[in-house]
């Protein structure tokens, strides 16, 4: 018994690395982009909700979970460019209109999604990459969603794209001294808010995976600050996209390790392990934020650091 | 119209004002509807807890003479607190139902002492002649008959043997329908084990999702659970091939093949003697408990796939509940640390307040509280 447990339990959590992970491995992408262009978005949150919403919304009106997933980057990007806008202004501060477009967000859609806690929408297909193995476990397990896939060959890509294109160097100089970007003839503005609007973007696909993949329905309830906690998570991946990957599978884990246990017949604290991912996040914070040093990696235009 | 100055006309306006409010008032003191106020703790629609509460809430609406105001996501914190003086203050509301379990200690305690004139109906909790108000009272349906059905269906349906069951919080309404599930299956087949997964709230999908996974990688084949929103978990059941026993409301258009039954609530009943008691001005109701006897409770009807003797069974035990001649909770029963909690010949009645301190789980069940 111990040892199928062990592997029950092994499964479970890479498993739920997979499925519990990939929202965060998409906004912190996003917030990774962003905050390589010297801004910081806290309003993530917010945005992932609203991309939530509306994909489920439109998935369901239109019959197509894709459509869904679309309309779901559209109000990311139309949210994250009214952050990046409006940042633009003089004297406004991106922290605090961070902290307004979360409530701003959050506030929007569960007004605007009354409508839509009742019907059933379209989910998001899976590939089954477990049909070789007849352990029903197995196949659950690598029953894995398209939208993993797509952010992980996005972090490869951004990963290559921000050492190696032009607009990848481009985005870091504005991000690392605006001055000389200004200097060699760009826009650093411009580029802030084409940044910000794309990270927008990506958390909102990371919340249309919640709403129409994992766990696959819009309520009130949804996100447990997922969106916030990939703030933390870009710190911990160092402002690099790959480790924005590995960061998020730890979380996803993080996240899955309470259930996973408690299934395997280990019940004993199980709020201790509810609460990993948070611990984790605050366990991060302190690790890597110390007043008295600039975080290795850090783009030196953000905020945090100015 | 010349000497009409600004005080004048003043003076008229604010007659004209007086006269035209007066009938109106006196009609509202003569024949004033009664305010009731309903605070959910999440989304009135959410196939689940609140839901069961809104569609009663609607039947009271309907109601002659009555008033119903409504405020949903409202906090177990101090903020049901501010939202229940608002209905007092603004609305004038003289009755509230406070539905969700932890707003009662201490926020409906308090309010209730502010306001001794307003009534205030909370669901779950254990109301206390000797040191809580008059104005309070506490109204509950004994939802472990409708899962000790679940239970009876299950245990005939399930072929592993094996059921899980997903909580939210180990409180005693928690553990008494995890409790009385496990009994109507073990009725069946005493083999039966049932596994508890805990997730720490009311409403946390992607945790939900993750523990019914979990369970049915271990080999569950019947998924229920005690949580806000069944859906995620009902959901999850039929994506995966599982069958799954619903709660609070009918989940039966989720699952079409794995829905077996449920156990629902039907609030109408207790709101429904709370709002006549206010309105003819009789004194609180402070302890009102129902079963399926009474109308508090109403269990769903059976999925397609439920075999026939399953039927029987369950609808046996049913029609013995209505009579009042069964007796759920009896000796002998140890609980899952091998401790004899009832002896032989011991019995606990549905009215039995102990049973709503319940704090263990039965034999049978895998799982720490």
Known sequence: MGDLDLVTFLLALLAGAVRVGTPFLFVSLGECLTEKSGRINLGLEGILVAGAMTGYAVAYLSGSAWTGVLAAGGAGLLLGLLHGIVCSLPRVNDIAFGIALMLLGTGLAFFLGKAFIQPQAPMLPSISLGAWSDDGRVRSALNINMLFFIGVALAIFLHWGLRSTRWGLVLRLVGDHSESAQALGYRPLRVRVMATAVGGFLAGVGGSYLSLYYPGSWNEGLSSGQGLMAVALVIFARWQPLNCLWASMVFGAAGAIGPALQSVGISSGYYLYSAAPYILTMAVMLATCRPNRTLTGAPGELSLNR | MSDL???????????????????????????????????????????????AHAQAARIIRSMPNVKVIEEENVPETSAVQQAMEAMIRQDGAELIFATSFGYFDPHVL???????????????????????????????????????????????????????????????????????????????????????????????????????????DQGCDVLTCHVDGPKVIVETAERRGVMSCGYHASQAALAPNGYLTGAEWNWETPYRAHVEAAQKGETMNNFLRGGLAEGFVKASDYGPNVSAEAREQADAVKASMIAGEFTLFKGPLKDNKGNVVLAEGEALGQTDVVLEQMNYLVEGVRGDI
């Not at chain 2, 109906?121 to 109204?139: I, M, Q, R, T, Y």
């Not at chain 2, 269906?153 to 553990?175: E, N």
Request: hydrophobic content about 45%; aromatic content about 12%; proline content about 5%.
């Open chain 2, 5 to 51: 100055d600004r005080r004048k006309f003043l003076k008229l306006a604010g007659l004209i004002g007086i006269t035209a409010a007066m009938p109106f008032s006196f009609a509202r003191a003569a024949d004033k509807p009664l305010v009731v106020g309903f605070v959910y703790v999440g989304a009135r629609d959410d196939f689940g807890y609140n839901q």
């Open chain 2, 110 to 216: 308090r309010v209730a002492q502010r306001y001794p004139d307003v009534r205030f109906a909370h669901c779950g909790g254990l109301w206390d002649e000797s040191k809580h108000p008059k104005n309070v009272g506490s109204f509950f349906g004994y939802i472990d008959e409708g899962q000790y059905l679940n239970g009876v269906v299950a245990g005939h349906m399930s072929k592993t043997k094996r059921i899980g069951f997903i909580a939210a919080k180990p409180v005693a309404q928690v553990l008494r329908n995890i409790n009385a599930f496990t009994l109507g299956a073990r009725s069946v087949d005493p083999e039966i084990t049932t596994t508890v997964i805990f997730t720490g709230d009311w409403s946390l999908p992607v945790r939900e999702a993750e523990a019914a996974n979990g369970l049915i």
